[in-house]
Each structure stands twice: as C-alpha cells, then as structure tokens.
Nanobody, 126 residues
Framework: QVQLVESGGGLVQAGDSLSVSCAASGRTSSVYAMAWFRQAPGKEHEFVARINWSSGRTYYGEPVKGRFFISRDNARKTVYLQMNSLQPEDTAVYYC???????????????????WGQGTQVTVSS
C-alpha cells in the first residue's frame, strides 16, 4: 500500500502563486508515476499534471500548461505542484494520485491510479 498526504492549499487572489505538495509513504518502490487531479464543485475530476518517478518526465493538462509545474524530490518521496497566475476557475480540491501499474506518461484517466490522497482545497478569489 501507498499512503499520500497533500498539504499547502489555501486562499489566494487571482494572479497569485501557490504551491501544494504530496508526501508518499509505504510501498513507494512500486510507484511508477505521480499525478495531480482537481475537482471543482459540481464537476468531474480533471487531470492536471503527471510526473514519472524515475525519469522526471512530465505531462500537463491543457488548462494549466505554461502556468503549473510539477516536480518531485526522490529523497523526500514528495511531489510538488507549483501553480502560477492562478485564476478563479482554478478553484478546486486538488488530489495527489500514484500509479503503481505503468510508466505511460500520458495516463490522464482517474482509473489508471491506484492510490489517492485526501485532497487539499485551493480557492482563488477574483
């Protein structure tokens, strides 16, 4: 099993930056990649970004390309999401997810991820 704990959410104003992090524990050696998803009120989960644990290669959802950046610290087993130029439409609960099944960089579907964190709220005011 892999446990994921997110932190760093909060309330910011439009145009601000914010970073959230996800600490992994347990059988992290089984994890190929980590990702961030988000869910706004009344909407489906949306893929945000993915990073392969070994190569560091990244892949982003269209709405955040050029504004959000995912990174990882292998020693700390932690993944980060740096969010810049935040807009009210970025308001959502942000979830960290781990893929222990494949290193395919382009997995954006929720069902490809076996482990999930509890989520952290990010609210952007206009």
């Amino acid at each position: 099993q892999v446990q994921l704990v997110e932190s760093g959410g909060g309330l910011v104003q439009a145009g601000d930056s914010l970073s959230v992090s996800c600490a992994a524990s347990g059988r992290t050696s089984s994890v190929y990649a980590m990702a961030w998803f988000r869910q706004a009120p009344g909407k489906e989960h949306e893929f945000v970004a993915r990073i392969n644990w070994s190569s560091g290669r990244t892949y982003y959802g269209e709405p955040v390309k050029g504004r959000f950046f995912i990174s990882r610290d292998n020693a700390r087993k932690t993944v980060y999401l740096q969010m810049n130029s935040l807009q009210p439409e970025d308001t959502a609960v942000y979830y960290c997810a781990a893929d222990a099944g494949s290193s395919n960089l382009f997995y954006t579907q929720r069902n490809k991820y076996q482990y999930w964190g509890q989520g952290t709220q990010v609210t952007v005011s206009s």
